[in-house]
Structure formats: C-alpha cells, structure tokens
C-alpha cells in the first residue's frame, strides 16, 4: 500500500476518535452534580412551612401551616420535597421533584399534590447564582385549557426560603398568589 493512502485515513480515523471522545467527556460532565446541585442540597432537611393564600395580589388573605421534608437523591443530583398541610380547609400532602439540568442550564421541576391527579412542569433560570429562582410552567386545567404559573423561589439564609406560586389571569395579568414561606427545624 502507499503511505499516502493510509495517512489520509489515519488522520481521520484519529480525528473521529478524538471526537468521540471530547462527546463522551463532555457527556460525563453533564451527567454529575455541579456547584448548582451543591447550592440546591443546602436545603435538605425538615421544615415547618407557613402559607398566605390571595386571589389576587393585594388582596385578603387564607393563612394556613404545614411541614416539608426535603432529602437528597440520586447522588445529590436532585431534590424530593414531601410535604403535607392545609389548603382552604382540607389536609393536603404533595410531591416535588427539584434539580438543575447541566445540559439546558435552566431549574426544573415536578410538583403533585393529592387536590389534583396532575403534574406541573416547571423549568426557570437564577440570574443571581440561585438566590432567586424564577421559574414558568402549565398544567391541564377543567375544560382542556392550559393554567399558566410563574413560580419564584427566595433563599433568604440558609434556614429560609420563600416559593411563590402565581397564577396568570385570562387576560394575562397576575391572578391569585400562594407564597410559601420554609422555616428550618433544628
């Protein structure tokens, strides 16, 4: 054979191997917690919860508590959120999934609650290195339309935090209002 044929081949042949290879490591990096994951894990533990109600923002308020237990999974990738309280009068308990996606670079997230047989899809991003998370999502609502939600996350300090649930009005303005504020048990 020539040398010149096979060179031509070599550099390919390594060229897809190093490429390969770059995709395969990058794939690893995307695949393991970061300083993101590390940021979010702060907040497992348990927690009582305090929750203010309005219909519209301004308006009066439903007060109601409850408790959170927050724990770490898959190899702290990602966040399981049990909680459980009251809401206009009736016990309630709920499920949340909470991670970062090192892929899309955004938060997302997956809330059920025994009032409804639905799952809420979050995804958001932090402009302020996680402090303040400002998240959007929909769900299925009655009559087959969509319940649009902006969903905003507070850290206050590392025994605090707020998540505030806002619905969005037909014409598109803010609706009714659920914040959550999280107080550490210790």
């Known amino acids: 054979m020539n040398r010149r044929m096979i060179r031509p081949g070599l550099v390919v042949a390594v060229l897809v191997l190093a490429s390969v290879g770059a995709a395969a490591q990058e794939s690893s990096q995307a695949a393991n917690p ?18 203010r109600f309005t219909m519209q923002p ?47 670079k955004q938060y997302e997230e997956c809330w059920t609650y025994t009032m409804s047989t639905g799952i809420l899809t979050l995804t958001g991003t932090s402009s302020d290195d996680g402090k303040t998370v400002n998240l959007k999502g929909s769900f299925a609502a009655e009559g087959g339309t969509r319940q649009n939600l902006k969903v905003i996350t507070r850290q206050l300090d590392a025994d605090h935090f707020v998540v505030e649930l806002i619905g969005e009005n037909p014409d598109g303005k803010d609706g009714p209002v659920l914040a959550t504020t999280y107080t550490r048990i210790k």
């Not at 994951?37 to 009582?48: S, T």
């Not at 724990?71 to 949340?96: Q, W």
């Open 34 to 51: 970061g300083s993101v994951h590390q940021q979010l894990n702060k907040r497992i533990g348990n927690y009582k919860t305090s929750t």
């Open 58 to 104: 301004g308006g009066p308020a439903t007060e109601s508590s409850g408790t959170a237990k927050i724990t770490g999974a898959l190899g702290g990738r990602f966040l399981i959120e049990e909680n459980s309280g009251t809401f206009m009068g009736e016990t309630t308990s709920g499920l949340r999934l909470i991670g970062y996606n090192n892929t899309s």
